[in-house]
């Protein structure tokens, strides 16, 4: 399991955590001096954007393991996502790669990704992002290029759940972004 927790676990620690930080932060009684910064606020902002980066860094390089694994280049897909994705969403894009390789299919190029946003709370959160996949073609084995996906023609919104795992960060489950993000 990868060390994840369930999700409705998660979201529900997401949500009191939210809650916690918005009642402590609103609880301000004035009577500290507000010229006098203090060093354990800028400890804490530097390690939330340290997780940031971390993630950041693993969701990016998630994101060039699922090229790879759908370029047709790789022997073993599932080792290009170890330390990077919980099991299953290993095993979803190891599916994948697997049915474009059975029907002989490939993906040329790369997506551009843009727009990432990291939320976390406590060992767990969201990454969201745009992607646009119209510089990343499926083609047949034979070099024949296949028309996309409608949803591939233009830049959508993908989200990630992000789960803490022995000091690092995994991608977890896809999200289905609703109407919230708009790219």
């Known amino acids: ?46 390690a939330a954007s340290q997780v940031e980066d971390q993630i950041r860094t693993t969701f990016e390089q998630f994101i ?26 290993t095993e979803l894009n190891v599916g994948i790669a697997s049915r474009y390789a059975d029907q002989g299919i490939v993906r040329v190029g790369e997506p551009v990704i843009s727009d990432v946003n990291v939320q976390v709370v406590d060992r767990s ?23 996309p996906a409608e949803e591939q023609l233009t830049p959508h919104p993908v989200v990630y759940e992000v789960v803490e795992s022995e000091g690092g960060w995994l991608i977890g489950d896809p999200i289905e972004p609703g109407g919230t993000i708009t790219c």
């Open 1 to 46: 399991m990868s060390g994840s927790f369930p999700r409705t676990g998660r979201r529900f620690t997401v949500g009191l955590v939210s809650f916690a930080v918005v009642v402590a932060c609103s609880g301000d009684d004035g009577s500290g001096d507000p010229a006098s910064p203090t060093p354990t606020a800028a400890v804490t902002q530097d």
């Open 125 to 147: 959160g969201v990454v969201s992002a745009c992607m646009d996949e119209s510089a990343w073609a499926p083609q047949l084995t034979s070099g024949e290029t296949i028309p």
């Open 64 to 89: 060039a393991a699922v090229v790879e694994a759908q370029s047709g280049a790789a022997d073993d897909p599932a080792a290009l996502f170890e330390g990077l994705a919980t099991d299953e969403t």
